[in-house]
Nanobody, 129 residues
Framework: QVQVVESGGGLVEAGGSLRLSCTAS????????MAWFRQAPGKEREGVCD????????DYMDSVKGRFVISRDIARNTLFLQMNNLKPEDTAMYYC??????????????????????WGQGTQVTVSS
């Protein structure tokens, strides 16, 4: 049984940094594309960034490019999201997700929720102005 668990959220001032972690038991990150999504109050959940199963490709939503970095530690089977220069508009619940299909990556669909089967419960990030 796959279990996805996020951690690392919190309250930070604008301009600050946070690093989110995600552990995925029951599946190997080396075989599955992973992504971070977020959902702000009253808004739809949106794809923030993804990393292909091979680790060779990453993609980011425009508003976080240059500020957020997705990475993974295969030995620890852990996914990370380093968030720098945080802004109040980054405030949201952040979710880690594992793709539905083994060793599959499509850059055009990698930030679509429909591509992901296993989801964590989320970790709250709040950025104060």
């Amino acid at each position: 049984q796959v279990q996805v668990v996020e951690s690392g959220g919190g309250l930070v001032e604008a301009g600050g940094s946070l690093r989110l972690s995600c552990t995925a038991s029951g599946l190997g990150l080396v075989n599955y594309t992973m992504a971070w999504f977020r959902q702000a109050p009253g808004k739809e959940r949106e794809g923030v960034c993804d990393i292909s199963w091979s680790g060779r490709t990453t993609d980011y939503m425009d508003s976080v490019k240059g500020r957020f970095v997705i990475s993974r530690d295969i030995a620890r089977n852990t996914l990370f999201l380093q968030m720098n220069n945080l802004k109040p508009e980054d405030t949201a619940m952040y979710y880690c997700a594992a793709a539905a299909n083994w060793r599959t990556y499509n850059t055009y669909t990698a930030l679509l929720q429909s591509q992901y089967k296993h989801w964590g419960q989320g970790t709250q990030v709040t950025v104060s102005s």
